[in-house]
């Protein structure tokens, strides 16, 4: 048997969130290792190119 695409059903629609909230969670993390995992990094370069990827989306960071 198979459904309509518009009736959702509601297990459907949980899991639907479930995925949703793991995805927003995984962004999270993975934008929050690159701000301040690679922005706060000892060797010059790679903080010279974080800081350059930071001011050429205008976030700002001094």
């Known amino acids: ?14 899991r639907s969130a479930a995925r949703t909230s ?3 969670f995984a ?3 993975l ?3 690159l701000l301040y995992g690679v922005g706060f990094a000892q060797p010059q370069q790679i ?9 050429s989306f205008a976030f700002p960071c001094h």
């Open 1 to 14: 048997m198979t459904t309509h695409p518009l009736h959702a059903t509601a297990g459907s629609a949980t």
């Open 27 to 29: 962004a999270i993390l």
């Open 47 to 55: 903080h010279d190119a974080a800081h350059d990827a930071r001011h």
């Open 22 to 24: 793991v995805a927003a």
């Open 31 to 33: 934008g929050s290792f």
